[in-house]
């Protein structure tokens, strides 16, 4: 099984400051990542798609990039909106889907 | 807009069954494939399986043997039994959609989740 590695676990910032999360997955997973943005007491919410991709109505202060094994997600101006916890997604396998054990990004 | 909301009883007992409906609103049953995905409180997101309306199924190995899946595209509902439940398996649970035929992919749209406590 693949499994999929979030650093940090917790991240504190301001806003205005840009961010940077990493998912690193235990082998290749081409680009087949996705990133997610929950809320408390919310179902996650989609933002970026095969690694790099926005997802339709995502703000596009929110990126992606990597491929193979190592993958982040940029915010490039936090705003107070953007304090939530974020996951990454692995879904390269025909058969299976896992989540990275997500990253908590707090006001500093 | 598709809407998906799940609905069933939100405390079963150890070593009973817990049964979850997911309807969908605002868009075709069809098409597409339907994921269970769950959230213990305070952890993180565990994907359980997907099922499409030609009755293809996926599931994670670690919950298989207690798994079942099922589509109903009259009433545009898919749902989840997960039998012989324990504590372990008290957690919000969140039905999602997602588009691949070749497996699970990215979670488009979800419902709101429903918390679901194993106790007795």
């Known amino acids: 099984d693949i499994e999929m590695t979030q650093s940090p676990s917790t991240l504190s910032a301001s806003v205005g400051d840009r961010v940077t999360i990493t998912c690193r997955a235990s082998q290749s997973i081409s680009s087949w990542l996705a990133w997610y943005q929950q809320k408390p007491g919310k179902a996650p919410k989609l933002l970026i798609y095969e690694a790099s991709r926005l997802e339709s109505g995502v703000p596009s202060r929110f990126s992606g990039s990597g491929s193979g094994t190592e993958f982040t997600l940029t915010i490039s101006s936090l705003q107070p909106d953007d304090f939530a916890t974020y996951y990454c997604?692995?879904?390269?396998?025909?058969?299976?889907?896992?989540f990275g054990q997500g990253t908590k990004l707090e006001i500093k | 807009q598709v809407q998906l909301q799940e609905s069933g009883p939100g405390l079963v007992k150890p070593s009973e069954t817990l049964s979850l409906t997911c309807t969908v609103s605002?868009?075709?049953?069809?098409?597409?494939?339907w994921n269970w995905i769950r959230q213990p409180a305070g952890k993180g997101l565990e994907w359980i399986g997907r099922?499409?309306?030609?009755?293809?199924?996926n599931c994670n190995p670690s919950l298989q043997s207690r798994v079942t899946m099922s589509v109903d595209t009259s009433k545009n509902q898919f749902s989840l039994k997960l039998s012989s439940v324990t504590a372990a398996d008290t957690a919000v649970y969140y039905c999602?959609?997602?588009?691949?035929?070749?497996?699970?992919?990215?979670?488009?749209?979800w419902g709101q989740g429903m918390l679901v406590t194993v106790s007795s």
């Open positions: 999602a959609r997602d588009e691949a035929v070749a497996g699970p992919d990215r979670f488009d749209y």
């Open positions: 997604q692995d879904y390269s396998s025909s058969s299976m889907c896992s």
């Open positions: 605002g868009g075709s049953i069809s098409y597409y494939y």
């Open positions: 099922v499409s309306t030609s009755g293809n199924t």
